[in-house]
């Protein structure tokens, strides 16, 4: 009797798990854009094939572009990743990009973080500014919008370029030494000093050399490391791992805080550092305090530093390798600060001049802004939840329902979109940015748009256009390894026929939290004579 019943049951169990997975695969979003999906796999095996197909460690945006391509370069497609993760929605269109990041009477402050970012709880902390939703995140956010503030962030000229006078002496010494060294480490020891100025008013020292280096530097940098790709420890350890780096990185920043605590109501002049702003009105440190002030301070030194290390990185390896471009930046800063190119001469300059001096550099703007299009350092994915009603118009007019999708606004394809940016949307052309009306604005999105963009966009931009007054025109920079420059018998630098040098190899971004040159960039220096 319970065999036959088995045998009744069975195939009636099996042909409905058939049915639900066939359902699924094929037909839950089958109206959206997509590769042939595995009834098992989803789009995982496609993933990985491409993957295994391309170079080492690549960024998994470049895989998403082949599928993008494979498919005629539509305004958004699926990738199946069930049952590891939540299918996504890749969004490679600007204006349907938009409509995902605004306000809208059904997300006020745009859609909801999907569950990805909690990936990374351990290093910006589960309180994170970056993973609040709703009120929380709107009051979080109107709490630190003063210390963000364009005037403000202007009155810290003279800290960032006493950080830029020790980041000129490390690479005068390579200049002199002739010695390869990683850029990544140098512009990101300098981006720490910076932003452990901005965030806590206390020095970092991360760039005297890792046994001088705050403590919090290095956890950072353990920290960080476990996300990158290719990791050598074990995959199973890592969560355990992270854990225990970031609950070490807690105790070092709760001691600050409660320093900065105990110091604040003595003191005269009220500073706007993260710290700061966090501890406003608050007259006991209790335990949920510490715990959140603590959360926004891993939040805002993470972001603060990497960013604006991987855009100076960018920087100089794409003028070193666009003479004409190299040349027009030194030409503009010969302009503003003369054609002394002393760092203590130019440093001056600045100081005296302040705010007005960055503002005429113009080029050297549109080169920063070029950069962030090319190589956007970070992503956000959103999450509509099933039943939400979150609907997009296509640019053919057509309306698409995406609940239940992850809502991935693919940066490395927006910006390269051939339909906004022409045939040459892949090459570095900072002209582009001067040339008034062409470019619609959202489809410049490094720092994302809407309610929810990058509040530090703003400090971000004021440090890169510092660091590069104070070294693009003294130094001559050299690529070595992926993407050195190639050379002919004389060993003269073949030049393109738009005015780049030819490379050896290409040079391309890793994932590690954000995106990354994969070698950290290999560069050797020297002085420009």
Same mark, same amino acid.
């Given at each position: 009797m319970a065999w036959t019943l088995v045998a009744t049951i069975?195939?009636?169990?099996?042909?409905?798990?058939?049915?639900?997975? %066939?359902?699924?695969?094929?037909?839950?979003?089958?109206?959206?854009?997509?590769?042939?999906? !595995?009834?098992?796999w989803g789009h995982l095996s496609t993933l990985d094939k491409l993957m295994k197909t391309n170079r080492p460690n690549i960024h998994? *945006?470049?895989?998403?572009?082949?599928?993008? *391509?494979?498919?005629?370069?539509?305004?958004? $497609?699926?990738?199946?990743?069930?049952?590891?993760?939540?299918? &996504?929605?890749?969004?490679?269109?600007?204006?349907?990009?938009?409509? &995902?990041?605004?306000?809208?009477?059904?997300?006020?402050?745009?859609?909801?973080?999907?569950?990805?970012?909690?990936?990374?709880? *351990?290093?910006? +902390?589960?309180?994170?500014?970056?993973?609040? /939703?709703?009120?929380?995140?709107?009051s979080l956010r109107k709490q630190f919008n003063p210390g963000f503030a364009h005037k403000h962030l202007v009155t810290l000229l003279p800290c960032i370029l006493d950080k830029t006078q020790l980041f000129l002496t490390k690479l005068d010494h390579y200049a002199t030494t002739d010695e390869e060294f990683l850029l990544d480490e140098l512009c990101t020891n300098l981006t720490f000093?910076?932003?452990?100025a901005v965030t806590m008013d206390i020095d970092l020292d991360a760039q005297l050399g890792e046994e001088n280096q705050s403590a919090i530097v290095r956890l950072f940098r353990k920290l960080g490391s476990t996300y990158? !790709? +290719?990791?050598? +420890?074990?995959?199973?350890?890592?969560?355990?791992?992270?854990?225990?780096?970031? #609950?070490?990185?807690?105790?070092?920043?709760?001691?600050?805080?409660? /320093?900065?605590?105990?110091?604040?109501? %003595?003191?005269?002049?009220?500073? #706007?550092?993260?710290?700061?702003?966090s501890l406003v009105e608050t007259h006991e440190l209790t335990p949920e305090v510490l715990d959140r002030t603590c959360d926004q301070l891993k939040t805002f030194l993470f972001a603060g530093h990497d960013t604006t290390s991987i855009l100076l990185q960018w920087t100089f390896y794409e003028l070193a390798r666009t003479p004409h471009a190299s040349r027009r930046v030194c030409v503009e800063l010969d302009e503003? $600060?003369?054609?002394?190119s002393h760092p203590t001469y130019v440093r001056n300059q600045i100081l005296e001049h302040g705010e007005n001096a960055l503002q005429r550099m113009t080029y050297t703007s549109a080169v920063i802004k070029e950069i962030l299009r090319l190589y956007p350092p970070a992503a956000t994915a959103r999450f509509s939840t099933p039943n939400t009603g979150l609907s997009v118009r296509l640019p053919n007019g057509e309306d698409k329902c995406l609940d239940g999708l992850m809502l991935y606004n693919c940066q490395k394809l927006i910006q390269r979109d051939h339909a906004v940016y022409g045939d040459k949307s892949d090459e570095f052309i900072p002209q582009r940015w001067l040339e008034t009306g062409s &470019?619609?604005? !959202?489809?410049? #999105?490094?720092?994302?748009r809407g309610p929810r963009n990058c509040i530090g966009q703003e400090l971000a931009n004021i440090e890169a256009l510092v660091i590069l007054a104070c070294a693009a025109r003294r130094y001559n920079w050299e690529k070595v390894g992926l993407g050195s420059t190639k050379?002919? /018998? !004389?060993?003269?630098?073949?030049?393109? /026929?738009?005015?780049?040098?030819?490379?050896e190899s290409e040079l391309y971004n890793t994932l590690e939290i954000t995106s990354k040159p994969v070698d950290g960039m290999r560069m050797r220096v020297k002085l420009a004579t």
């Open positions: 069975l195939p009636l169990l099996l042909f409905y798990l058939w049915r639900k997975i %066939t359902y699924y695969r094929t037909e839950q979003y089958a109206w959206l854009p997509q590769l042939p999906p !595995s009834l098992l998994i *945006d470049e895989t998403l572009k082949a599928m993008y *391509d494979s498919l005629g370069k539509p305004a958004l $497609f699926v990738v199946d990743l069930r049952p590891v993760s939540h299918p &996504i929605c890749v969004i490679c269109d600007h204006d349907v990009a938009e409509q &995902i990041s605004k306000s809208s009477k059904l997300f006020p402050y745009s859609p909801p973080k999907s569950h990805t970012s909690r990936w990374y709880s *351990d290093m910006m +902390g589960p309180l994170s500014i970056v993973l609040a /939703e709703n009120e929380e995140w709107k000093d910076i932003i452990g990158r !790709s +290719g990791h050598s +420890g074990w995959k199973l350890l890592l969560p355990l791992q992270r854990k225990l780096l970031s #609950r070490q990185l807690g105790v070092q920043i709760k001691e600050r805080i409660k /320093e900065k605590f105990e110091g604040q109501s %003595t003191s005269q002049n009220p500073s #706007r550092s993260v710290l700061a702003l503003i $600060f003369g054609s002394d &470019i619609p604005a !959202s489809a410049w #999105r490094p720092f994302e050379r002919d /018998e !004389s060993g003269a630098p073949i030049e393109k /026929e738009n005015g780049q040098y030819e490379v």
